[in-house]
């Protein structure tokens, strides 16, 4: 286990922006930096831009890399914690490479890397849930929905490094297209993505709704012009948002049965901008789906943490590897 | 750790029969006795039916209760393996009844007591997948559907000892009303009693089928009865079993796209009588609901052990206790 006695830096790597954080050994998050992820550079790699926004959040605090025990990168895709190989993240254009060598060449200090929803469901565990959530499953609804899973105190990987697809399993059996290539996957049902569409099928057969008046373009409606929405009652966003809450609170009771989770805790954009609107639909349904002797004592909640949890999972995931 | 000097003995509550077994420290099982769990005489109680198969399994062998380093009783219901209360075992009329204390009396032995499931799937993982299967689920198709989990080696219980209920999993939005109570589980599309009412909704349909041949009561088709049916190519059956084994398929591939297991293990009555023809329809449905990244690797196959399943899991209970 290593000690930190300085600081390290973790980096969440988002398809739209790259966030890097310096946290102490208090596990203050004390320097923040952000970039776009896609540069306009032309010859100006990810790798590039990974270093530039540590270094920033590094001279922001005027402190410099060899201050650094280690860094943690966060990655939106399928990777190998071990051989540190990034698998597939579409969203970043990576297949089959090793990120974490060039960082580590650069900054001369130890990297991991870890799948980013299993970051933030470290975050959640060791910072929110760990006194009364021994097992536990975080979903996070934004754009996708995706999943990360506690066992006993520990981050559940699976054999392939891949546990967590939440929002590729097969909710309706006629249902819409998937990224995946599948479809009806709970992706396509309960994420801002499956909202929207939802959303802009009512608008088309002729329902009035806010949200034309909310946004410019209707095909991509962001989580705070939801809020808004809801807000002002908007009878067609309410309907398309109680939809994929009830789909969220099937999963919820259908994983309370399997797996008897002690919590079960909501997190992504669409949960920190409209999860209070949803969290008692998304409880009333699982309540309803699953078994009495299970659904005792399951704690269903907010993670409070946002963007936090990912870099606090780093965090505690550098503490403990 | 217990150490097993002479002999334990492992006993199979079901709503059916009792077995109890004897099993000497090299994990054979040396002995085995069964009884009706209902007795015919007025003041007999459960207790004493099994107290006399485990005396009748020792006294086939000439040994005696003395010999016997503990007791392990495998229940189908809920319960705390910590306080050896019986929440609820319906099959068995047990409520909120410490089961083990009247055996551990009269034996003057410890008695540990353990979900059905569970016991069965420790057997499986213990005999049968421990080399290959770290993270394993095993499903127990027959009158119901049940299944066991174990993560990272270790059987996994969940808060209320109440993990693996993935009979009562909601697969169909509107479908059969089940026992406990919702509609559309699991068990009234994929168990044998989901089997038997298709079939038989069939033939009020006017479809013919051998199975009114095959047996004088349709309205309790006997997985044996299925076997001779699907051997014979009798279409009704083939169809209605079909239909099981994609459900059953379904639900594997979104436990792997969740979970991401090394192992999903099939057993119970209706997996030993038809499961080599379900496991193709399984595996087929299982590898296109899941994520190519989830299904690589993942070996699912049907138990071998069948009633030993639960009788060596007892022993792998017991020798980890």
Redesign the interface.
């Known amino acids: 286990m290593p000690e930190i006695k300085n600081y390290i830096a973790v980096v969440d790597l988002g398809g739209t922006k790259i966030l890097s954080a310096i946290i102490n050994q208090n596990s203050e998050i004390i320097s923040i930096a952000k970039k776009s992820t896609k540069s306009k550079k032309k010859n100006e790699t990810i790798f590039d831009r990974i270093i530039q926004t540590i270094e920033e959040a590094l001279a922001a605090k005027n402190l410099n890399s060899s201050q650094l025990d280690g860094i943690v990168l966060g990655i939106p895709g399928?990777l190998n914690p071990e051989t540190r190989i990034v698998?597939?993240a579409p969203n970043l254009g990576l297949k089959n490479v090793n990120v974490a060598e060039p960082i580590e060449k650069h900054f001369n200090t130890k990297v991991l890397i870890e799948n980013d929803a299993n970051l933030g469901t470290l975050g959640i565990y060791h910072f929110e849930g760990k006194e009364k959530c021994?097992?536990l499953i975080a979903l996070f609804v934004g754009t996708g929905v995706g999943?990360g899973?506690i066992?006993?105190g520990?981050l559940?990987?699976?054999?392939?490094?891949?546990?967590?697809?939440?929002g590729?399993?097969?909710v309706r059996e006629k249902g819409y297209k998937c990224g995946?290539g599948?479809y009806g996957c709970l992706e396509t049902e309960a994420s801002r993505t499956a909202i929207t569409r939802i959303i802009n099928e009512e608008i088309k057969k002729g329902k009035k709704s806010l949200i034309t008046k909310l946004t410019e373009d209707t095909k991509v409606i962001k989580s705070g012009i939801l809020a808004q929405a809801i807000k002002k009652k908007d009878k067609v966003t309410i309907k398309a948002v109680n939809y994929a809450a009830e789909e969220l609170g099937?999963v919820t009771?259908?994983l309370i049965?399997?797996?008897?989770?002690?919590c079960v805790v909501f997190a992504g954009g669409v949960m920190e901008a409209i999860g209070n609107f949803m969290l008692p639909v998304i409880k009333e349904k699982a309540k309803?789906?699953a078994?009495k002797?299970?659904y005792?004592?399951?704690k269903i909640f907010i993670s409070h943490l946002k963007d936090d949890a990912a870099l606090l999972g780093g965090y505690a995931l550098f503490k403990n590897s």
């Open positions: 399928s698998n597939l021994k097992n999943a899973i066992i006993n520990e559940y990987r699976g054999k392939n490094f891949s546990a967590g697809e939440i590729h399993i097969k995946c599948n099937l009771g259908n049965n399997m797996f008897d989770f002690d309803e789906t078994l002797s299970n005792k004592n399951t």
